[in-house]
């Protein structure tokens, strides 16, 4: 069987002082695996800009033995919101946090072309295969979808790291995930597109987790890699604990969002699937980033269907993927 093409729209921060570790990881875990036929990264400014994105990009795929894959840098800012809220409820933590970032100039990306345009390109000469993982806000993959029509219809799948099927987000805000939260105008676009949809929530991806202890099985493996990811690890450990001191599961390990995404498209049965009418809210404050699942479970009929939501993870044989393949190459 030919591995699955796929391009992963992602906002890294793996070695970044205060940045979630799991774009990086989920990155790792796709270079590792023989299933997948990684055409490129494109970068969307999320969890760092997009310049500094593109940076941790170059510098991991130069780690892992794949300095000739695209790089590509997007969007830098949301399509309408400002940016700086965010990065305020950030930078209240972050000084306090020692960081373990490459020191040097940032490297830019591998080529000109606009990480949208690279989606397009990608989708229009290889149509109803290529699926696209997109782990940070959805702004590359909405700006795809407004300038070129058929990318919805030829994308064989986006599978995305957004919202919570079942529950509250518990992230950002109370109801808000990351993701939707930096720009939900985005997420509604793509929501509204009529490509097919799979979404991975937080109610999901909260569920896996790395612990110190898995920092150091990797840091006993004794390659420059895997240690480098413990390194990483415990510091992002260290930044959740002051993030949030009320959350006791934070104080030995980070959430495993993004690979858990990542690995779906390995393995469909990692999860259990239902079919849902998926939204998000553009216009209340309070509920900024939130995402409703209907998934016919309320007196509220659901509309149609959009898109396949996550709603049980078979924690075990995920953890079980992860740890086998994560910092092994091809």
């Known amino acids: 069987m030919n591995p ?3 391009i992963i729209d992602t906002d890294p921060g793996l070695g970044e002082p205060g940045s979630d570790i799991d774009d990086g990881l989920a990155i790792a875990l796709a270079l590792a695996s023989d299933e997948l036929d990684v055409l490129g990264l494109t970068i969307v400014n999320g969890n760092v800009d997009a310049f500094t994105g593109t940076d941790v990009a170059r510098r991991l795929t130069d780690r892992l033995g794949r300095p000739e894959l695209p790089v590509l840098l997007g969007a830098t800012k949301p399509l309408l919101r400002d940016m700086a809220p965010v990065r ?3 930078d209240a933590v972050i000084p306090a946090v020692p960081g373990t970032s490459d020191a040097g100039d940032l490297l830019g990306p591998t080529s000109g072309e606009h990480a949208a345009d690279f989606l397009i390109r990608q989708v229009a000469e290889h149509p109803g295969e290529v699926t696209v ?3 940070g806000p959805m702004t590359n993959v909405a700006i795809a979808i407004t300038k070129d029509p058929s990318f919805a219809e030829n994308v064989k799948e ?6 919570s099927a079942t529950g509250y987000a518990q992230n950002v805000t109370v109801v808000g995930d990351f993701n939707a ?9 793509v929501l509204r597109s009529g490509a097919h949809v799979a979404m991975v929530g937080l109610d ?6 790395l612990t110190r202890a898995d920092a150091q099985h990797l840091r006993d493996r004794g390659d420059a890699f895997s240690v480098w990811v413990a390194d990483c690890t415990d510091a992002w450990i260290d930044f959740l604990g002051e993030a949030f001191p009320t959350r006791p599961e934070h104080r ?3 959430f495993l ?6 690995a779906v498209v390995l393995d469909r049965t990692l999860c259990t699937w239902q079919d849902a009418d998926v939204r998000t809210e553009l216009v209340s404050e309070l509920a900024r980033g939130l995402v409703v699942a209907n998934r016919g479970l309320a007196l509220e009929p659901a509309g149609p269907t959009n898109a396949v939501v996550a709603i049980d993870t078979d924690v075990h044989a995920f953890r079980q993927l992860f740890l086998e393949r994560i910092g092994t190459t091809k």
């Not at 999901?204 to 987790?209: D, E, H, K, L």
């Open 204 to 209: 999901q991806t909260s569920r896996v987790m």
């Open 88 to 90: 305020a409820l950030f």
């Open 158 to 163: 986006l599978v995305l790291m957004a919202g």
């Open 257 to 262: 969002h993004d690979p858990l995404v990542l």
């Open 252 to 254: 030995d390990a980070c």
């Open 133 to 135: 993982v997109a782990i």
């Open 181 to 189: 939260y930096v720009d939900p105008e985005a997420l509604d676009i």
């Open 4 to 6: 699955t093409k796929i």
